[in-house]
């Protein structure tokens, strides 16, 4: 399988730092996406890695290490609008269709005052 | 990013009626779109691989007579539900995938939210 696996649900302070972290089965993996959705919208793109490391980008960062099938989210300097879900995933080489994207079950993060 | 339209954003619809929703890139060919299927406070999950000028490839369990999908041209895909239930209600999102881009990055539509009576 393909599992994904990533927290259902966190809470952090408006003005803080949240790690969101994803793991996944490394057989035949072929980059790690991260997506932001809010309620009843689609999913907006918010990074790509595929290589070991840290891409940064603003208040957002994303990091991957493909040897531990492991990756996080980095949200730095909350604000209320990043209260969303947060989609983990992967991509793996080969299938019916080629290189289809595995999501996550999504992390629900809130930001409180 | 790159612009994916989706249309209609919600259709309302009585049992045994068809529905067609359109995908669109906008600023981009992808020759490849998926459809995806989202029930409320899950995941995405992928219906099935829409590619231009040849047969979709539909994932495990999903009806490709109920679901029928059509990708004519390198800027446009439909899914097309057939003969609606109300067990067919969901939020439908398309994903197009950019043609030759470096990443490979999939962009995805707004939504569409079917509600069968």
């Known amino acids: 399988g393909q599992n994904i696996d990533q927290p259902t649900e966190m809470t952090a302070t408006e003005g803080a730092i949240v790690q969101i972290n994803c793991t996944y089965q490394?057989?035949?993996?072929?980059?790690l996406f991260w997506y932001q959705q809010h309620a009843g919208e689609a999913p907006t793109f918010l990074s790509y890695?595929?290589?070991?490391g840290l891409e940064e980008k603003g208040r957002f960062s994303s990091f991957l290490s493909r040897s531990k099938g492991y990756s996080y989210l980095l949200l730095k300097e909350l604000q209320m609008k990043d209260s969303a879900s947060y989609l983990c995933?992967?991509?793996?080489f080969g299938g019916g269709g080629g290189n289809k994207l595995t999501f996550g079950t999504g992390t629900q993060l809130k930001v409180e005052l | 990013g790159a612009v994916v339209s989706q249309h209609p954003s919600r259709v309302i619809c009585k049992s045994g009626t068809s529905v067609k929703i359109e995908c669109r890139s906008l600023?981009?060919?992808?020759?490849?779109m998926f459809w995806y299927r989202q029930f409320p406070k899950q995941s995405l999950m992928l219906m099935a691989t829409s590619n231009e000028g040849s047969k979709a490839t539909y994932e495990q369990g999903v009806e490709k007579d109920k679901f029928l999908i059509n990708h004519a041209s390198l800027t446009l895909s439909t899914l097309t539900v057939t003969s609606a239930h109300p067990e067919d209600s969901s939020f439908y999102i398309c994903?197009?995938?950019?043609?030759?881009?470096?990443?490979?990055?999939?962009?995805f539509g707004a939504g569409t939210r079917l509600s069968v009576l």
């Open positions: 490394t057989s035949g993996f072929n980059g």
């Open positions: 600023d981009f060919q992808a020759t490849t």
């Open positions: 995933a992967a991509r793996f």
């Open positions: 890695n595929v290589l070991d």
């Open positions: 994903s197009a995938r950019e043609t030759g881009g470096a990443k490979n990055i999939q962009y």
